[in-house]
């Protein structure tokens, strides 16, 4: 149903749809998915409502324990307290870039510990992302943050993303990484944080000499703004408006690849 | 396996190109070849229609083709079909992509034993769907995509092998659900890109094996919930 013009999901309320398994309602007008509340959605895996207009988490997604699947990129949504004391404890991925999220409040007191991708780039004014620790998100292994505001000089973001490396006790081979806002950090407090593998140094070289990134979706990869990566075990993406962080064997795995990347010094 | 192939360079009857007056002609091999059953492949010759099979390139000892290439010639009907009757019989792959049929009917024309038919990018108008399904009976894969069609015209008798049909990119103004159970073996299909607003007859609707439906891109204001909630 993607790229349609559908304003609300009245015309679910009450009805049976327990053999979807996805649906993709995306790029539509929803301002709100109240009609999916009151519909068996029992079968649902994966449900894409991005490039629509909610203000609002669709916390009535709960009530979906076979939701594995969620993109919610490209909405109007500025918080997250719909979540709050709601378990979506089988959500695997969670897409909710691009949105106007100020934090990630609503998160902390919710069940997901499932999830293993969140992806919550690109909203400008987010803030206190640290609020988030291993113990909300355990099973967490890709994530996908940053923004000016958020790294900003202190490197706080950075922080915490160390904290999730070294809750699965993996390693991190840290390069430098190139964002708008990085030119006041201290980079040398974030190598020692990490645990480098091979040189904790960058390479002064030229542009990466890889295999590519499969982990990366196409979107990612053809902003070509990709400055720098390093993968370990342990992977650090700087794009041109955010930063991936894939911090588990398991992200490493799944992408069948070494990486290895080399910045100019220029970069940094 | 046994695989006898020929290559053989298409006569002048194959290179009717569309190239200006003085100019060389430019004629490429067709290839005829026998693998698990006669296939004739003869893609982009600028063919504005195929002549009879005595004047092919292709052995004589060929007969009885289960597959043909056409794809990106100038045909405006299927006519050829009914020129040798035996030779296209036992059909189970049509390739005719990129070509100019603006009308599909196989007319008295059966093809009992086609499986895939690709029709895509043709400036298709018409399709006569009215007895397609008993003349194609076994058909699995029909494409449709990227052509002209106004919507499932006229009576539909179904298609009961079919499992998938692509017909995106067309100019449906509506989706009938009543043709759903006429397809009884349909798994996937694709209306997306056309014009849609409405899906109508949707309590006539019912399909038992359905697993993707697309109706991306198109003009629908409400989601259809009767739709999207047949078993």
């Given at each position: 149903m993607r790229d349609?013009?559908?304003?609300?999901?009245?015309?679910?309320?009450?009805?049976?749809f327990s053999n979807l398994e996805d649906l993709d309602l995306g790029f539509n007008k929803l301002s709100n998915s109240n009609?999916?509340?009151?519909?068996?959605?029992?079968?649902?895996?994966?449900?894409?409502?991005?490039?629509?207009?909610?203000?609002?988490?669709?916390?009535?997604?709960?009530s979906i324990p076979s939701l594995k699947r969620l993109y919610l990129r490209e909405n109007l949504i500025e918080n997250l307290d719909s979540m709050v004391g709601l378990s979506f404890s089988n959500l695997i991925k969670l897409e909710i870039a691009s949105n106007k999220l100020t934090n990630l409040n609503g998160m902390v007191s919710a069940n997901l510990s499932g999830?293993?991708?969140?992806?919550?780039?690109?909203?400008?004014?987010?803030?206190?992302?640290?609020?988030?620790?291993?113990?909300?998100?355990?099973?967490?292994?890709?994530?996908?943050?940053?923004?000016?505001?958020?790294?900003?000089?202190?490197?706080?973001?950075?922080?915490?993303?160390?904290?999730f490396v070294n809750s699965n006790e993996n390693t991190c081979e840290l390069y430098t990484v190139k964002t708008d806002s990085w030119d006041e950090c201290d980079l040398s407090v974030v190598s020692k944080s990490c645990s480098p593998t091979t040189s904790p140094t960058p390479s002064p070289s030229a542009s990466p000499t890889t295999s590519s990134p499969t982990i990366l979706n196409e979107e990612q990869l053809s902003t070509g703004a990709i400055a720098g990566i390093a993968v370990g075990?342990?992977?650090?993406?700087?794009?041109g408006v955010g930063m991936a962080v894939f911090m588990s064997g398991k992200s490493a795995a799944t992408a069948g690849t070494s990486v290895t990347a080399k910045l100019d010094p220029t970069d940094v | 396996m046994k695989s006898i192939v020929w290559f053989i360079q298409a006569?002048?009857?194959?290179?009717?190109?569309?190239a200006p007056t003085g100019a060389p002609t430019v004629t490429r091999p067709c290839t005829c070849a026998n693998i698990h059953g006669a296939i004739l492949s003869c893609a982009g010759q600028g063919l504005?229609?195929?002549?009879?099979?005595?004047?092919?390139p292709c052995p004589k000892a060929v007969k009885g083709l289960v597959y043909i290439n056409f794809?990106?010639?100038?045909?405006?009907?299927?006519?050829?079909?009914?020129?040798?009757?035996?030779?296209?019989?036992?059909?189970?792959?049509?390739?005719?992509?990129?070509?100019?049929i603006e009308s599909f009917d196989l007319d008295n024309f059966s093809l009992p034993n086609l499986f895939e038919l690709n029709l895509e990018s043709n400036g298709m108008k018409n399709f006569k769907w009215e007895t397609f399904g008993a003349q194609a009976p076994k058909l699995q894969h029909l494409f449709l995509e990227d052509n002209l069609l106004p919507g499932f015209q006229g009576p539909f008798n179904g298609i009961p092998g079919l499992r998938n049909i692509h017909l995106q990119n067309n100019r449906f103004l509506e989706f009938d659900s009543r043709i759903l159970?006429?397809?009884?073996?349909?798994?996937?299909?694709?209306?997306?890109?056309?014009?849609?607003?409405?899906?109508?007859?949707?309590?006539?609707?019912?399909?038992i094996s359905l697993e993707s439906i697309y109706l991306g891109t198109n003009e629908l204001t409400e989601f259809p919930a009767p739709f999207a909630s047949i078993p």
């Open positions: 349609n013009l559908i304003e609300n999901l009245d015309s679910m309320a009450g009805q049976n009609g999916m509340a009151t519909a068996n959605f029992d079968g649902l895996v994966g449900l894409i409502l991005e490039g629509n207009k909610l203000t609002e988490f669709p916390a009535s997604l709960s999830l293993e991708e969140l992806d919550v780039n690109d909203n400008e004014e987010l803030h206190d992302v640290d609020i988030l620790t291993a113990a909300e998100l355990p099973s967490l292994s890709y994530f996908l943050v940053g923004n000016s505001t958020m790294i900003g000089c202190s490197c706080k973001g950075f922080e915490f993303f160390q904290r075990g342990v992977a650090v993406v700087a794009l | 006569s002048a009857v194959l290179a009717q190109t569309n504005h229609s195929v002549p009879n099979f005595d004047e092919w794809q990106r010639n100038e045909l405006e009907s299927l006519s050829f079909l009914g020129n040798d009757p035996t030779l296209y019989a036992g059909l189970q792959t049509m390739l005719l992509k990129n070509n100019r159970s006429s397809l009884p073996s349909l798994v996937y299909i694709d209306v997306g890109s056309n014009n849609i607003s409405q899906i109508s007859n949707v309590e006539y609707a019912a399909s």
